[in-house]
């Protein structure tokens, strides 16, 4: 019998008001059943709208270093347990395992860099223009958040927005993608645990029409944060724009790894292959496009061949498997599509591109680790962001034309070049139009206390992590203290006409 898991409401862990149930199945192999989850509509998001709502006029006068303090035992809680919450995220959504330690370990590294800001959260002191005045701006909570997540970072990204919200003072309404609601389930309990009071988190499992959406249009949600795709975040944004609500939007990428004729190629090779296939092509910082310099174009591309058809495909709690499935069977069936699309569209299959036929990988969504070259700039596959194992391999002539083919995308979230001249990377680092961009190292690899989000369509000039995450969980309120007893009008006694 597969597990029954419940929303958490008010205090409570809860069914829905209809009922009404949805499976999650390993996409490792889709006979094991995950559990069986509450499948909500708007009664049950109304439900928990109410109970966050009357939670936060309590939360928000915890004193913010408290509020640190249970976040620090979440940290720990999560330390103790993060094997058994790594393997159930693996078992859950098929990534292997060390990367789903690593995924525990950001939860960890955001849930102490959280703790310690509950002792900042530094406003400003600024001399007033009038005597016998003082000005200063502090930060304060702003109500409930609606915290919408995606598949691919289960643990890192519901915390990297639910650990700074609850440290600014909100509470929330958290619906996790309906891929990974059981690794969701064990967060809320880890944070109920360490003693987030009642009412303060509540967990609304369901579809994103049925409950994300309803949670944007809710008129007592004051803020959203979601992470997913460009065209849910387009959704979000006209709907929560149209309701002046705040809005922080973590959306696609089509991310580029320059290499230049002067690389270390073999580190540059170990990178691609991280950027490219881990997490099967599913991260929003995923390598998708390969830029070489012609020089060395051929001589990299069988060093890469070589490896990427080697990359050992399993069940990510396997020791030496290297790449797990896709997410489900339609992320496969996107995957295949485009690789549809590129052969139609002249680019040249040189590995993968096929559903593997092995035994053991039968009942799992496994796709080939796939490379395609001779790519040009304006095929769909160097253009549009594809979300699986499949890397576009493009030739270039010199620095501007990388770094011109490189921005030639609606996205710009992450970006790497390789080369071993200080000039050419300063020159990089100023042309390349993306929120990250890495030296020597792959489009991927995060670090908890950095500012993370991109430009373009990736997203909507926000950033989560680091110190300015909180910018967006908290509101400023401007105090001017006047103690002079009478009546000073700024501008105007102050200055002669
Ligand atoms: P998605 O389909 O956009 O879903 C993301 C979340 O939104 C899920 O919880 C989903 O619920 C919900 N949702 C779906 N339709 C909705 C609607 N109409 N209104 C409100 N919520 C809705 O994205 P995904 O396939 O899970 O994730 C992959 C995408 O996320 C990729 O584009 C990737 O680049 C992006 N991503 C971006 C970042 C970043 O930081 N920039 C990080 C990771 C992933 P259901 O699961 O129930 O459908
Ligand atoms: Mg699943």
Request: with cysteine.
């Amino acid at each position: 019998m597969a597990k029954k898991f419940q929303n958490f409401i008010n205090g409570k862990w809860v069914d829905t008001k209809s009922g009404r149930t949805f499976a999650n199945r390993n996409p490792a192999n889709w006979d094991d059943i995950i559990g069986i989850f509450p499948k909500s509509g708007k009664e049950d998001v109304d439900e928990a709208v109410r109970s966050a709502r009357a939670a936060f006029e309590k939360w928000r006068l915890v004193p913010a270093p408290k509020r640190g303090d249970i976040l620090r035992r979440v940290g720990d809680i999560m330390v103790a347990r993060k094997e058994e919450l790594a393997r159930q995220m693996t078992q859950e959504m098929g990534k292997v395992l060390a990367e789903t330690q690593g995924d525990v370990q950001e939860g960890i590294d955001t849930a102490y860099y959280a703790a310690s800001e509950g002792r900042r959260l530094f406003g400003h002191t600024v001399p007033s223009e009038l005597p016998n005045k003082f000005n200063m701006a502090i930060r304060v909570p702003i109500g409930v958040a609606g915290i919408v997540t995606p598949w691919n970072f289960p643990m890192a990204i519901p915390t990297w927005k639910i650990f700074p919200a609850l440290l600014s003072g909100n509470t929330i309404v958290f619906k996790p993608a309906s891929d990974t609601p059981a690794t969701a389930t064990s967060l809320v309990e880890v944070l109920l645990e360490a003693g987030v009071p009642e009412g303060v988190v509540n967990i609304v499992h369901g579809g994103g029409g049925d409950v994300g959406m309803n949670i944007v249009r809710h008129p007592d949600i004051d803020l959203i944060s979601f992470t997913g795709s460009t065209s849910v975040g387009r959704q979000i944004s006209e709907t929560a724009g149209g309701m002046l609500k705040r809005v922080s939007l973590e959306l696609g990428g089509k991310n580029a790894q320059l290499v230049m004729d002067d690389a270390d190629l073999g580190l540059a090779l170990d990178g691609v292959l991280w950027g490219a296939f881990g997490t099967t092509g599913q991260r929003c910082t995923a390598t998708s496009r390969l830029i070489l310099h012609e020089k060395i174009h051929d001589v990299f591309l069988e060093m890469l061949i070589k490896r990427a058809v080697a990359l050992k495909l399993g069940d990510g709690l396997k020791a030496g498997v290297e790449v797990g499935p896709c997410i489900n069977e339609n992320q496969r069936k996107t995957v295949q599509s485009y690789v549809d699309v590129g052969l139609k569209q002249g680019a040249q299959l040189v590995a993968g591109g096929e559903i593997p036929t092995e035994s053991g990988l039968e009942k799992g969504w496994f796709y080939k680790p796939t490379i395609f070259t001779d790519v040009k700039a304006n095929h769909r596959i160097a253009k549009e962001e594809i979300f699986g194992p499949v890397l576009s391999v493009i030739r270039i002539k010199s620095l501007d034309e990388g770094v011109k083919i490189l921005n030639d995308t609606i996205y710009g979230l992450s970006s790497s070049i390789y080369t071993a001249d200080v000039n050419t990377a300063f020159r990089a680092i100023r042309d390349i139009n993306t929120g990250i961009t890495y030296i020597n190292a792959p489009t991927i690899g995060a670090e908890a206390h950095m500012p993370f989000g991109g430009v373009k369509q990736t997203g909507n000039g926000h950033r989560e992590g680091g110190w300015t995450v909180f910018e967006f969980f908290s509101e400023w309120k401007t105090v001017y203290i006047d103690y002079s007893g009478g009546l000073q009008r700024a501008q105007i006694d102050n200055y002669e006409n």
